[in-house]
């Protein structure tokens, strides 16, 4: 039966071009991952050596660690690499053996981030399920829209605060924004979140492509 459900995600993904393009797109995502983790030094706190923040209902995940940092950062140096040859795969059409490479970085990257309560972040719980709706859920090209419209409206509810209406949790300076613009340009962000993403969810092409613009 697991088998069947898998194939099936399989050959949904085999018959459709776009969502070739978005299982590389996904792929991607992972070398990114791994280059943010490099470059916010996450390899010292994934380190035998260091300190370990574990989550609440995994106390004792420091038993689970395995490398020094500069084991870690090899850790991330392969997994940016095969999620670059991985996105190749979806490219080249090579979607089982993709598909079976994605859910190995899937895995790779929640083990890694589960390893450490300081990896919570909002961006790789965000990953996780953008990745776990392309594995494992059927109808995806209904799906995936609805995902990115649900991940923007409740980014947009968490915005409705003083902090950031008035501008002050932006921090630093805006590209061709002036400073005493950050409070429209937040309100703004706000209005399309809760707005304007909708559009993704309408039939007419035009609406579609004027709102990921």
């Known amino acids: 039966m697991i088998k069947k459900w ?8 085999k018959n459709v071009r776009a969502l070739h393009c978005y299982g590389a797109a996904l792929s991607i995502i992972f070398s990114f991952q791994s ?4 470059k916010t030094h996450a390899g010292d ?7 370990a923040i574990c989550w609440p209902f995994f106390y004792d995940c420091s038993r689970f660690r395995l490398f020094n940092v500069q084991g870690n950062l090899i ?3 392969l997994i ?13 059409k090579k979607i089982k053996l993709a598909f079976m490479g994605l859910i190995f970085l899937e895995l790779v990257s929640f083990i890694i ?12 719980i965000m990953i996780f399920f953008t990745v776990i709706s392309f594995l494992f859920i059927k109808s995806k090209e209904n ?11 409740w980014a947009g509810l968490l915005k409705i605060r003083p902090e950031w209406i008035t501008g002050k949790a932006i921090y630093g300076h805006l590209l061709l924004i002036p400073d005493n613009w950050k409070s429209q340009a937040a309100i703004y962000v706000i ?3 809760l707005f304007f993403i909708w559009g993704l969810l309408f039939k007419n092409k035009f609406l579609k492509c004027f709102t990921l613009l």
């Open 6 to 13: 898998l194939n099936d995600n399989i050959d949904e993904i």
């Open 35 to 38: 280059l943010y983790w490099w």
């Open 45 to 51: 706190n994934l380190s035998i050596k260091s300190e």
């Open 75 to 77: 850790i991330f140096f």
């Open 80 to 92: 940016g690499f095969f999620a670059i040859f991985n996105s190749i795969l979806f490219y080249k």
């Open 113 to 124: 981030i589960l390893l450490d309560y300081r990896l919570r972040l909002n961006q790789n």
């Open 143 to 153: 799906v995936i829209p609805k995902l990115l419209v649900f991940f923007y409206f």
């Open 191 to 193: 209005v399309l979140e």
